[in-house]
């Protein structure tokens, strides 16, 4: 069995069950594989779970990373645009609610923690770099980059946050704060000229398998 | 027994026991009451949190209400500071912790989810109006003001949800957050002229207890 079968497996048990109930039956469940496989390769539900958030992140840096080659302000636009969730996307906003589970525990779990801080540090040094190049090129004004990354980062984390916690009533939470956020804190870095792609242009063409 | 002290053992036993593990016992311990007394009051665990919820926003509604007389600028400054950890704050970490367990459940649970949508619509209702005010006093320049007020709402949200999952590593990162708000939320809607008053001015003087 692959890695990357017994991630998918995960990423289908996280959906369905949530975290704080996951079992490795509801793992093993979703894969072709039998629970005394998954325990060979993984000793303990944590074991695999730790293995699998860290798994996410290194798909997110090379995503990242294999874009670096474009425009800042495409690349801004980009990094926002990743958070937001269309009324489609149930499958993704049942992820990201077992992953705010997850992250509830992150004072009480030492390896899931180190994961978090992990992920935290690499959405704001993405978000930093880019901004640094955009300054460094001319098209953003001088703003402090690790500052305005975690101010753009907690924005889009708050906003995921309350659209997977309030449910249908607030299904398109992420895009209004993505869109204001490009207009309130993007737009008045920009230096006078310089032009944001457009979001929907952006959302179209994006790959967000996470 | 009042209220006012069952919600006391609520609010403490949270922060001792997080949500998911609380029991009513857990509650009964808390206070000077019996487990059966609580359960005279209230049926179920749920019942009891329910009602934790409605008090606590209750009280987030009377404290906005009472200071509504002063100036936009003050008013906004506070209600953004209200979201400021400081490192010696651990017990509102802990507290803030449990909510997010709860939130977390929010899509499971059509009790908790409407208390939640009623804290959604105060706070962003107390921005929105705070902004609106200011508009129409001339130091706020014509923004939209939900839209405002919801990209503030996820900004804070975001930082505190950061912070407290992050634990230590990140003991400053709602004040870091809440000053670059301040800087390039508020700032660029400022009308000439107008200043925000001091943060640790403002938070030295803000009552809390929540």
């Known amino acids: 069995m692959s890695d990357d079968e017994i991630m998918e497996a995960v990423d289908q048990a996280l959906r369905e069950h949530g975290y704080a109930e996951l ?17 060979y390769h993984y000793d303990t539900k944590e074991d695999l779970l730790v293995a699998f958030l ?29 958070f937001v969730f269309t009324p489609e996307d149930s499958g993704r906003e049942q992820f990201h609610l077992a992953l705010l589970e997850m992250r ?3 004072p009480f779990n030492d390896r899931i923690r180190e994961q978090l801080e992990r992920s935290d540090e690499i959405l704001r040094s993405t978000a930093a770099e880019i901004i640094t190049e955009g300054i460094d090129s001319g098209v953003f004004e001088e703003v402090d980059p690790e500052r305005t990354a ?3 980062v907690a924005t889009l984390d708050g906003a995921r946050t ?3 916690t309030l ?17 309130q804190i993007v737009g008045p870095i920009l230096e006078e000229g310089v032009e944001l792609p457009d979001l929907d242009a952006v959302l179209a063409d994006l790959d967000r398998d996470e």
Chains 1, 2 share one sequence.
Do not use: W
Request: charged share 30%; hydrophobic share 30%.
């Open 150 to 152: 975690a101010l753009l």
């Open 162 to 164: 309350r659209q997977i």
């Open 54 to 82: 860290d798994d996410l992140l290194s798909d997110y840096e090379q995503r990242m990373a294999c874009r670096d080659g474009r425009p800042p302000t495409e690349r801004l636009v980009e990094f926002v645009a990743r």
């Open 104 to 106: 509830s525990q992150g």
């Open 23 to 39: 079992t490795m039956q509801d793992i093993a469940d979703e894969s072709e594989k039998s629970k005394s496989l998954l325990h």
């Open 167 to 183: 449910g249908e009533a607030n299904e398109t939470y992420t895009r209004t704060v993505v869109e204001q956020a490009l207009t």
